[in-house]
């Protein structure tokens, strides 16, 4: 009876949960699952003969898989759709880079030090969110062109003629993909760090570590899974960016991405199974790379527990 009269609240308490989840199942089924799915419909399907659009297949058992064979032939291929993989690794790589940098020591200061202007930092933090990317990307624009206020400032110092800071080149890039997600990579890296015993750091000190021992040796390592998931929450918009590279440096064809790719075959060609195809490949990276981090942080609450 005991048994039998303790199935039943924990069955219903069981409900209620599921009950709770159901509204974000139905979102991500509509907003994630559908769409990917339409998105294989076309990668696996036909072209229109006349308008040359996509002409989706629905059914998995009538697929066609030879316009993702062909696209993962060029993809291995460096000279051709590989080199904007390859160039979209770099760019991502070198931004998450500068993110570190530039992210962590704000995040430790604000989590760490900064008690009586915490709030206030915060805030700042999180503003970048109220404005949009685009327009954020265009305030960039406006500062360094050639006739910009940064040149027009160092025209009124005397401290040289007018430079070309959006040339074309991948630095503009880099810096500009880490000055729009930066935000992303603080804020998670942040809670990480608030979160951590401040015990364990005194306990370091007391034992005769100096700071950057005991910052080597016991933060670093105690707030490892809040900086893999401050990364990977950055570079997952990241890979799929194609608006930076086109505002910083106008589209040149030296810095496209993968995303542009992806743009220009779903919106500027006959070749809708080609941009779809895209997608497919660079989701399945992105879902790789989400296999590692959920490895990673099981990982570490294992030895958390232990």
């Avoid at 750091?201 to 950057?212: T, Y």
Wanted: net charge positive; glycine share 10%.
């Amino acid at each position: 009876m005991a048994n039998a009269a303790g199935a039943a609240p924990g069955g219903h308490r069981n409900g209620f949960w599921g009950f709770l989840s159901l509204p974000g199942v139905v979102w991500l089924v509509l907003l994630f699952v559908v769409p990917f799915y339409a998105v294989a419909a076309v990668a696996f399907g036909q072209v229109d003969p006349i308008l040359r659009t996509a002409d989706p297949v629905w059914s998995p058992l009538s697929w066609d898989f030879s316009a993702m064979n062909n696209v993962i032939d060029r993809v291995l291929d460096p000279d051709d759709l590989g080199g904007a993989f390859i160039r979209t690794l770099a760019y991502v790589g070198g931004a998450l880079l500068l993110c570190c940098l530039v992210g962590y020591p704000v995040a430790y200061y604000v989590a760490r030090h900064a008690r009586k202007w915490r709030g206030l930092l915060l805030v700042a933090l999180v503003m970048p969110f109220w404005i949009s990317y685009l327009m954020r990307m265009l305030a960039w624009v406006n500062l360094l062109q050639v006739d910009g206020y940064v040149n027009r400032v160092l025209g009124w110092l005397h401290l040289g003629g007018s430079r070309v800071w959006l040339n074309g080149d991948w630095p503009a890039v880099v810096i500009g993909l880490a000055y729009g997600y930066i935000p992303f990579f603080i804020l998670p890296l942040y809670a990480a760090l608030e979160r951590l015993d401040g015990r364990l750091i005194e306990a370091g000190r007391d034992l005769g570590g100096s700071p950057a021992r005991v910052f080597r040796r016991v933060t670093l390592p105690l707030s490892t899974p809040g900086l893999i998931a401050a990364s990977v929450i950055t570079v997952l918009p990241m890979f799929g960016d194609y608006y930076t590279n086109s505002f910083l440096t106008s589209g040149s064809p030296r810095t496209e991405m993968i995303g542009n790719q992806i743009e220009f075959y779903l919106r500027g060609t006959s070749q809708p199974q080609t941009g779809a195809s895209l997608v497919l490949i660079l989701s399945a990276m992105l879902l790789a790379l989400m296999a590692y981090y959920l490895v990673v942080t099981v990982r570490a609450q294992k030895s958390v527990a232990t």
